[in-house]
């Protein structure tokens, strides 16, 4: 949620939010400032997919044989999705401290049938010059339904709500024996729900479910559930005390299941005479589904870093960040169509130089991408926050 936050005292629960009491107009620039941080580290791995798709990647986290630049790209974009997503939640929360149950649960539905559809009707279809027609169900569409999904969950008691996120995160690995093929009753429901699949539809349609979504609907319940860490009562110096706790106690129960290697993702594993690659095999974690591991590695980061933007919140680069973050919808969608326009554009100007694609010859241009990109993409965005935070009576404009 971009902007401005209205703060109140009080959460959902209870008589609901119409009794909470606004009591500040406070703009939580390091919420912001961490979405647009995870936004513009995205921006990498979708240069990457751009100009180096035709380096064949089998597995972007394989350590036995990606090369190694590709793969600490790779770990440090993982955090975007799970920040994203639990930012999502704490969003959700904030906005429902001012909003009563139904106004919530009205824009919830909206907003996630809304990003369901972008997913489906125009991000999909972005890709359509390089491979058969496919709907994409990706990060976008993942949001989609958590959201409409934590319109429900969200009346539920907080320990409750925050139990039932630790259990969807920390437990859901169990269920990976659970294999379904083509066929199978219920094989489309549960690729979407946990098991990364591919499926048919009509009309030669392909659904590829990238993004199931069992996981991260525990971490937007989760995000939802530390809301009010962030309301006017808790002083900011308690809100980073309880954040740099939560963060440093995730990334211990990482290295601890992770040393142990018996829960939570793949096993790791030494390869001979390569340190490098033993330690990225120890980093090489599953995102689809996203496995505990996973989670606790890359939202513990977060959770730090959020405390860090918020001891530095009234820098200049925390407010050049934090513009990404407030109008995350429009950058994503924009910096998505950017890139496919210049990719066709380079296509239909020089030709395939790879097989059937166009692409740079070494991961060095794509940095040089990144870095050169950076700033096209921010001038946009920055006037499109502006106009959000100008032009409230445009009720459709919270929605991206």
């Known amino acids: 949620m971009g902007g401005a936050v209205t703060m109140a005292s009080g959460s959902l629960g209870g008589q609901g939010a119409a009794q909470a009491v606004p009591v500040a107009r406070v703009r939580l620039q390091n919420i912001d400032a961490l979405r647009g941080f995870v936004m ?10 751009t100009w180096f798709v035709h380096y064949a990647i ?12 590709v793969f600490l790209a790779r770990l440090i974009v993982s955090l975007c999705a799970p920040v994203f997503v639990a930012l999502t939640g704490l969003g959700v929360f ?3 401290s001012n909003h009563t149950k139904a106004e919530t649960t009205e824009y919830l539905l909206k907003r996630g049938l809304l990003l369901m559809a972008i997913e489906v009707f125009y991000l999909s279809e972005l890709y359509w010059g390089i491979t058969q027609p496919t709907l994409w169900l990706q990060v976008i569409w993942c949001i989609g339904v958590c959201m409409i999904v934590l319109s429900v969950l969200m009346r539920l008691p907080r320990p409750v709500l925050i139990g039932l996120g630790l259990v969807l995160v920390c437990a859901h690995n169990l269920l990976d024996p659970i294999r379904l093929q083509a066929g199978d009753p219920f094989f489309p429901l549960w690729a979407m729900i946990h098991q990364r699949d591919t499926f048919a539809l009509p009309f030669g349609l392909i659904v590829k479910t990238t993004y199931p979504v069992l996981p991260w609907i525990g971490v937007i319940s989760l995000g939802f559930g530390i809301g009010p860490w962030f309301l006017s009562d808790v002083l900011p110096a308690e809100r980073r005390r309880r954040l740099l706790l939560l ?3 995730m990334l211990v129960a990482f290295f601890v299941l992770r040393g142990l290697n018996v829960y939570g993702d793949k096993p790791w594993f030494v390869v001979a005479d390569s340190p490098l690659r033993t ?9 689809y589904p996203a496995s505990l591991l996973f989670l606790l590695l890359t939202l513990g980061v977060g959770t730090l870093l959020l405390v860090a933007f918020d001891a530095i919140a009234d820098s200049g680069l925390v407010r050049a960040i934090s513009v990404f973050g407030g109008a995350p919808m429009f950058f994503y969608i924009f910096h998505l169509t950017v890139l496919r326009i210049l990719y066709h554009s380079a296509l239909a100007i020089w030709g395939p130089n790879y097989g059937t694609t166009f692409g740079v010859e070494n991961y060095g241009w794509v940095v040089a991408w990144y870095v050169g990109l950076i700033v096209p993409l921010y001038i946009p965005t920055a006037w499109y926050s502006r106009l959000k935070r100008r032009r409230r009576d445009i009720t459709w404009l919270k929605y991206f």
């Open 40 to 49: 513009v580290l995205m921006l990498l791995d979708h240069v990457r997919e």
């Open 58 to 69: 089998t597995d972007p986290v394989d350590a036995r044989t990606i090369m190694p630049a």
């Open 94 to 96: 904030l906005y429902s």
């Open 247 to 249: 963060g440093i106690g």
């Open 279 to 287: 330690a990225m095999s120890f980093f090489a974690l599953t995102k």
